[in-house]
């Protein structure tokens, strides 16, 4: 065991104390990826590029035509990037127009299954498929289905084509963009705007801000497989975790009285942080309820009509600490913490 130079800090009470060590890690080993094609040789997480990228226009200069009921959603309550359309699809009132149809939290080295995600069947047991558009029993083979060469990580949400019979998006931010406005004339909300044209800069700077720091943050974090690379992003999480703070301390929202998609966009993250990132990925240097600002912000968005049907905590802890075996070998499933976000928050008085 080979002793560095560099000093770790450690927090105790209110203080810091250092130990000085990299031996934390057995000479040059380090431990083993959850997703070595995403792992840099230094330890690193770096995300996979989404892939279907097509895009559905109501003015047919696209392959696919806005319609209701053509298209289709699969996702995991489990996943933020998912959660994030199953938002969307619920605020714009699109549940008539575009089915859904929610995954096993499980995740083996099969992929995301269509089987009961009650927790009923275990992983490996034959299941009957609970996908009612085309039965199959892996998302993988929605995959195969639009391009058979396909070698990466099977990611959801999928926006799936009923009539191509192929994957149109997998890609929440473009989903999110259609859901906004292409499907208007099937929503129950189609004045909903989460994308405002007077915002549309600052917006899309703020989004990419949250992406990097926080939304994909807690994952460089939680995935790095060496000490440098985690303590590295998971300082930058609670940096602008500090900076979201101070910016809702002065506004009800992210932009004033007005929710837009970056504030669903920062929730997704937000309303699992407690849950899992806090232990399971080790970003534990504070808690969101440690927060006063954003913990109001987050019942906030948490009251919201509708958004509390999207939450699935019991998904979402037995996703991570069942999945992650890389993270979480035991897989045994915390029972805390106790969370309640339907209390009086007060943020209305923030003007």
Request: a neutral charge.
């Amino acid at each position: 065991m080979s002793l560095g130079s560099r000093r770790l800090r450690f927090v105790n009470s209110e203080s810091f104390r250092e130990l000085d060590t990299d031996a934390l890690q057995f000479g040059n080993a380090t431990m083993k990826a959850q997703f070595p094609a995403e792992q840099t040789e230094s330890g690193e997480f770096h995300r996979q590029e989404d892939v279907f990228r097509e895009w559905i226009s109501t003015d047919g200069s696209t392959a696919y035509a806005t319609a209701a009921d053509r298209y289709y959603l699969y996702v995991s309550l489990a996943c933020p990037w998912a959660s994030r359309t199953i938002i969307f699809r619920k605020l714009k009132g699109l549940e008539d127009a575009i089915g859904m149809t929610i995954v096993d939290p499980i995740r083996d080295e099969k992929g995301w299954a269509f089987r009961d995600p009650s927790g009923k069947i275990p992983p490996g047991a034959p299941f009957e498929s609970t996908d009612p558009v085309n039965g199959f029993q892996f998302l993988s083979e929605a995959y195969s289905a639009t391009d058979p060469d396909y070698d990466e990580r099977v990611t959801v949400p999928v926006l799936w084509d009923k009539k191509t019979h192929r994957i149109v998006n997998n890609c929440e931010d473009d989903i999110c963009r259609m859901f906004n406005n292409v499907f208007n004339d099937f929503a129950r909300n189609r004045d909903l705007d989460f994308f405002p044209k007077e915002l549309e800069a600052d917006h899309a700077k703020l989004s990419s801000f949250l992406h990097d720091n926080v939304n994909n943050g807690v994952y460089r974090a939680g995935f790095a497989t060496r000490q440098r690379p985690y303590e590295i992003a998971c300082r930058r999480v609670f940096e602008a975790l500090d900076q979201l703070e101070e910016r809702l301390s002065k506004n009800r929202y992210l932009f004033g009285n007005r929710i837009v998609e970056a504030d669903w966009r920062l929730f997704c993250t937000l309303v699992r942080f407690d849950v899992v990132y806090y232990g399971h990925f080790k970003c534990n240097l504070r808690r969101i309820i440690d927060y006063p600002n954003l913990q109001g912000y987050l019942m906030d968005l948490f009251q919201q009509p509708g958004i509390a049907d999207t939450v699935n905590f019991d998904h979402i802890k037995r996703h991570y600490y069942m999945t992650h075996t890389q993270i979480s070998p035991t897989r045994i499933v915390p029972i805390g913490p106790v969370l309640d976000l339907t209390k009086r928050h007060g943020r209305e008085k923030i003007r």
